[in-house]
């Protein structure tokens, strides 16, 4: 029987997650829930039901999986513990200082609706946040190094659009090169945030625009730009649409840690990814541990749960007479 997998929010990752589940034979897209008016919104799957998202309780019972496709500032906050007193679910919050209190929120609607929560599914938090803990308790003695990009950061995009005299911008996070060597070198340097990353900005102005003053309220903008040397272009609309019109990304995390009597030898414990597409890349992500909190929640378990309390197997398709022989 197929996993029953519902989308609320149909955006990028929304998207994403709808191509995804194509690709996941033992799935099925049962319905898209929008905020949008139903009868607007083309979706790429025919015979799905597309329903407001006024209408999500009349599938209670009638869908495993609720994925949950909005925004982590406004969105997730309030979306999930509503959805998952209802449904179990799995969003991608990827805000990670409110991590935590999203968390104890979310436990507390799943449990009373004696559901499965997962939140923070994705690359970062998620893949990398896996990768982060297995370093960890490989090499105690040791430091963990993030660095993101060369992608698109859409939310300092957002950022650079809202500026009086902006049409449109991308925003480009860039690894400074020197500094990943230094990581790999295992020397454990102490490295500040404009040691570690570079901003690239390519913005179209309006017309007459003051340019100067557009580049200096970039460069000066606390919790975005201030921090970091930034590079900004500007460029012509048909430039922007041409030469940056997808949603790259990646990044590495790093440990390196000792070993020995005497501390002697170094290891350096690198993962790695570039991606032509975040949010396809996130809803893949999704998709694999949806499956999980299906397999989870037949078996009862309850409450919120984090990429750290799955069993690698759960994520598989495969038995594990097959992933044994395969993988191991």
């Given amino acids: 029987m197929k996993i029953r997998i519902g989308i609320y929010g149909y955006g990028n990752l929304g998207r994403g997650i709808e191509n995804a589940i194509r690709q996941n034979p033992d799935m099925e897209l049962v ?4 905020r949008r008016e139903p009868s607007s919104l083309k979706i790429g799957s025919e015979g799905v039901a597309v329903r407001h998202a006024s209408e999500v309780d009349e599938y209670i019972g009638k869908i495993d999986v609720m994925i949950l496709c909005g925004g982590s500032a406004t969105d997730l906050p309030a979306q999930t513990p509503e959805l998952a007193k209802k449904f179990s679910v799995v969003d991608s919050f990827d805000t990670h200082a409110k991590i935590p209190e999203h968390f104890a929120n979310v436990d507390a609607a799943a449990r009373e609706g004696g559901n499965i929560a997962m939140i923070s599914v ?3 938090p998620g893949m990398f946040s896996l990768n982060r803990f297995y370093a960890g308790v490989i090499l105690p003695d040791g430091k963990d190094y993030t660095f993101w990009g060369k992608g698109v950061s859409q939310g300092h995009s957002d950022a650079i659009r809202r500026i009086d005299g902006v049409l449109d911008a991308k925003q480009y996070t860039i690894p400074i090169e020197s500094a990943l060597e230094a990581v790999r070198s ?10 570690k990353h570079l901003r690239e900005c390519f913005v179209v102005a309006e017309e007459g625009a003051d340019k100067t003053r557009i ?22 609309a048909e430039e922007l649409k041409r030469d940056h019109s997808g ?6 995390v790093i440990r390196t840690g000792k070993t020995g009597a005497s501390l002697e030898h170094n290891h350096v414990i690198e993962y790695s990814l570039k991606l032509d597409s975040n949010p396809e ?8 541990f949806a499956r999980a909190v299906a397999r989870m929640s037949a078996e009862g378990v309850k409450g ?22 395969s993988l191991l």
């Fill in 31 to 34: 319905a898209v829930f929008t």
């Fill in 122 to 124: 994705g690359w970062d």
């Fill in 186 to 195: 295992g020397s454990e340097p102490e490295l500040t945030t404009r040691e």
């Fill in 215 to 236: 580049e200096n309220e970039i460069k000066q903008m606390p919790n975005y730009f201030a921090d970091y040397d930034t590079v900004v272009h500007f460029i012509t």
């Fill in 247 to 252: 949603i790259p990304h990646g990044g590495f």
């Fill in 281 to 288: 890349f996130t809803a893949s992500v999704i998709v694999a």
């Fill in 304 to 325: 919120c749960k984090t990429v750290f309390d799955i069993p690698p197997i759960y994520l598989s398709p495969k038995s594990s007479e097959e992933i044994i022989k």
